[in-house]
């Protein structure tokens, strides 16, 4: 389009007459005015659309946007398991930590069955830094080895997706979805930043209008939305059942979160947001934002996985834990179907997920009961890291989310105990 100046005439006249005059016009007037002054002063040119253009287009629209998003996830999962599991964990990681790390600490600590091997080298018949659960073994193998790999590369990749602009065109095309559980489109940033991290991921639900909207993907994102860490170790225990578990997560975060959009009362507005046009993201920015979100995570993460293996191996060696197994038991071998030993991993989840993840490992049982255990883990109570970014958020809000998040584990975690047994797999 080219704009030109004004020609003088009545409608000019009419519009500098404005203020007291236009006051009195009805509401039709106006608008005729508003097209009598585009008509002389906007002509129309031709426009060709570029390619970002026309496939930008075509991400936003539900026919063709589906299948590219569902393309783009599954590309960037393939890159997420290749880089992070593939190469990096079992390529390098497990060779460094399970043939040099692991063999010179059994080597150099002395008396094996000291209180103090046992916590900081772990089990002296562990063959591998994962099972060995010390704070030398486990604590660095989970943090260096399998978490720092896995956020690298999600962090690489969401900020490549961010600087692009599709992730507002994801924003659109979920838009649909998410109205059904309360939410609206822009949801969807803070699930994948989730996925990264729960921290920065439930401070981003501030970008929602209401507090309804906020409540319900801050509790979600509790529940339902693993960390890149978790990811990371899912990968490293359960590799081939890792999509049973994203698979019941999904249909927990859809079903429940239906239920609070019909139980909580407040508004859910449309979507609003500006859909900026495709560009190639800037080289700079995208390795100032990984090192920033790197970092951040890493200086979280590292002494909270420490922290964890000690404070948890500490219990173990006081009996607090083999106590809290025999209490619980009832809950877990009947109600939950996973053995009492699951009571251990779960004090570690309060700390880390992923620690507690990497701890299921070493517990004897079925293939089932290992997954179910792992979304059991996954949907108990948030990590104290999230746990305080939700208290900054309201203790209100906070404390309404604990009652929701102890309901949705005692029924879900039944649930899914009572389709093993009507499967025949429990």
């Given at each position: 389009m080219t704009l030109r100046q004004p020609e003088a005439g009545p409608v000019s006249a009419a519009a500098d007459a404005g203020g007291a005059n236009a006051m009195f016009l009805s509401s039709d007037a106006r608008w005729e005015m508003v097209d009598a002054l585009a008509a002389?002063?906007?002509?129309?040119?031709?426009?060709?659309?570029?390619?970002?253009?026309?496939?930008?287009?075509?991400?936003?629209?539900?026919?063709?946007?589906?299948?590219?998003?569902?393309?783009?996830?599954?590309?960037?999962?393939?890159?997420?398991?290749?880089?992070?599991?593939?190469?990096?964990?079992?390529?390098?990681?497990?060779?460094?930590?399970?043939?040099?790390?692991?063999?010179?600490?059994?080597?150099?600590?002395?008396?094996?069955?000291?209180?103090?091997?046992?916590?900081?080298?772990?089990?002296?018949?562990?063959?591998?830094?994962?099972?060995?659960?010390?704070?030398?073994?486990?604590?660095?193998?989970?943090?260096?080895?399998v978490v720092l790999p896995a956020v690298l590369i999600f962090y690489l990749t969401m900020t490549i997706l961010e600087d692009s602009g599709y992730l507002p065109r994801l924003a659109v095309l979920m838009d649909t979805f998410l109205h059904k559980i309360g939410l609206h489109g822009y949801a969807i940033v803070p699930a994948i930043l989730g996925l990264g991290c729960n921290v920065p991921a439930v401070t981003a639900t501030r970008i929602l209008e209401t507090k309804k909207q906020r409540f319900i993907m801050m509790t979600l994102l509790a529940l339902f939305i693993p960390c890149g860490a978790q990811l990371g170790i899912m990968m490293a225990v359960i590799p081939e059942s890792v999509g049973i578990v994203f698979l019941c997560l999904l249909i927990g975060f859809g079903l429940f979160g239906f239920i609070l959009s019909r139980l909580i009362p407040g508004e859910n507005p449309e979507i609003l947001v500006d859909v900026p046009a495709y560009h190639w993201p800037v080289k700079e920015y995208v390795a100032q934002k990984l090192w920033n979100r790197t970092k951040a995570f890493l200086r979280e993460a590292i002494p909270f996985v420490l922290f964890g293996i000690l404070l948890v191996n500490l219990l173990y060696l006081g009996g607090v834990i083999p106590a809290l197994a025999d209490l619980l038991e009832p809950v877990f071998v009947v109600w939950f179907g996973v053995p009492k030993e699951t009571a251990g991993p779960l004090i570690a989840a309060f700390l880390r997920k992923d620690l507690a993840i990497a701890q299921l490992s070493n517990i004897p049982m079925t293939p089932y009961q290992l997954v179910a255990s792992v979304v059991l883990v996954t949907i108990y109570f948030p990590c104290v890291a999230t746990f305080v970014v939700m208290l900054r958020e309201g203790w209100r809000e906070l404390l309404a989310s604990i009652a929701v998040l102890l309901t949705v584990v005692f029924i879900y975690g039944g649930m899914i105990h009572g389709i093993g047994i009507l499967l025949g797999v429990a």
């Open positions: 002389r002063t906007v002509s129309p040119g031709s426009y060709e659309p570029s390619l970002a253009d026309v496939v930008g287009e075509l991400t936003v629209r539900p026919l063709t946007g589906i299948p590219v998003a569902l393309a783009a996830l599954y590309a960037f999962w393939s890159i997420f398991t290749s880089f992070a599991g593939t190469l990096m964990t079992d390529g390098f990681m497990v060779k460094i930590f399970d043939g040099y790390w692991l063999p010179w600490l059994q080597s150099v600590w002395p008396d094996p069955a000291s209180w103090h091997y046992f916590i900081f080298v772990g089990n002296p018949l562990a063959d591998n830094s994962l099972e060995a659960f010390g704070v030398l073994t486990s604590g660095f193998f989970v943090s260096i080895g």
